[in-house]
């Protein structure tokens, strides 16, 4: 037979232990949580104000960083890519300035070989000009209007006079003053070109002329030389300053075509075919070597 009362009491006694088991757990864990808290909590109050300062201070500097950082990285990426495109274009403009030089050593050699070609050209049609003028002369100072439309009666009269009565006509192939406009009343008269029809009347005529007295008409001074192309009449004016100088000191000298001095020094005769080189050589020769150190005296050759 069951004791009740003894067992309800027993069950009593359980609940109420069980009770205080869940109490003390329950507050065990309370003060765990609280302990964790509090270290915590200590450790903060234990760190000191200027290490969290300094902490904070280095994250914000390596935030900074990290964006110049990112930002040099992009500004490295676009130059490089701006340096390989440059360096295309100037791989490009080497290999056309190289193109460009080999073209140019080329037509450099062909421009220099043209322009001998040209120079001997020019040469050969001064010497068939020159050629063509063999037979003529020209006779500069003669008035304007002294022929009165008869060019060639005039210098029929001019050459007997020039070489004699007794001397017969010469021929004239044909004449004209030079094709100008007619010069105002005072300017110098217009050159008359002549054509003889033999090389040996016009010999006749310079050589008349070379010996005899100086030459007038009418009162009016004139002179005869020989006809000649614009480029040989270029060519031997260079030598008339030193020609003038060396009649001055009673040498003889002459010239030979198309543009050679030639001087007659004691019996030797020398020619020249620079006129630069005549000054030099004939100061030398005229005025002798000067002594080592010194100048040569002044010569008027130069």
Avoid at 10 to 20: I, L
Avoid at 196 to 201: F, M, P, Q, S
Avoid at 282 to 292: A, C, H, N, V
């Amino acid at each position: 037979r069951t004791d009740w009362p003894a067992f309800v009491k027993r069950m009593s006694q359980v609940r109420a232990t069980r009770q205080r088991s869940k109490a003390n757990k329950s507050k065990n864990t309370d003060m765990s949580a609280t302990n964790t808290h509090l270290s915590d909590t200590d450790a903060d109050e234990e760190t000191p104000v200027w290490a969290k300062c300094l902490t904070n201070a280095f994250k914000s500097h390596e935030a900074s960083m990290n964006s110049k950082l990112e930002e040099i990285n992009s500004a490295i990426k676009t130059l490089s890519k701006d340096f390989n495109a440059v360096k295309h274009r100037v791989t490009n403009a080497e290999q056309r300035i190289n193109a460009l030089e080999e073209d140019f050593e080329k037509e450099n050699t062909q421009v220099k070989e043209l322009s001998k070609k040209v120079a001997l050209l020019c040469q050969r049609v001064d010497d068939l000009e020159s050629r063509s003028r063999r037979n003529n002369i020209r006779i500069i100072g003669m008035k304007e209007g002294s022929e009165m439309d008869d060019v060639i009666g005039l210098l029929g009269r001019v050459f007997q006079h020039i070489l004699g009565e007794n001397e017969p006509a010469l021929e004239v192939d044909r004449a004209h003053r030079a094709l100008r406009p007619r010069p105002d009343p005072g300017d110098p008269p217009r050159n008359i070109i002549v054509r003889l029809l033999r090389w040996g009347d016009k010999q006749k005529i310079l050589a008349a002329v070379r010996r005899g007295k100086p030459l007038s008409w009418q009162g009016q001074p004139f002179f005869i030389r020989q006809d000649l192309s614009t480029e040989v009449r270029r060519q031997r004016a260079e030598y008339n300053d030193l020609i003038e100088d060396l009649k001055k000191r009673r040498i003889r000298v002459g010239i030979l075509h198309p543009a050679r001095l030639v001087v007659t020094i004691d019996g030797e005769k020398i020619i020249y075919n620079n006129p630069d080189v005549a000054r030099k050589e004939l100061q030398k020769r005229l005025q002798g070597e000067s002594p080592p150190g010194t100048s040569a005296p002044e010569t008027g050759l130069g």
